[in-house]
């Protein structure tokens, strides 16, 4: 499955993350126009990975 961006919001806590300038460069990019912010989209990318994740129990 493709990843999508979504424009929902959900209830949030603050979180300090630090991210490489290159990766914040090509995620600004990817967003840009979309009416998302960047935290948006860090949310939604890590829940796709986590839906996307093959589970170790699966590969035993």
Do not use: W
């Amino acid at each position: 499955m493709a990843f999508k961006i979504r424009k929902d919001r959900k209830e949030t806590v603050n979180k300090t993350v630090r991210f490489p300038l290159e990766l914040v460069e090509k995620i600004e990019h990817a967003i840009e126009g979309e009416d998302v912010t960047f935290s948006t989209f860090v949310i939604q990318a890590c829940e796709y990975a986590l839906d996307n994740m093959e589970d170790d129990k699966d590969k035993q």
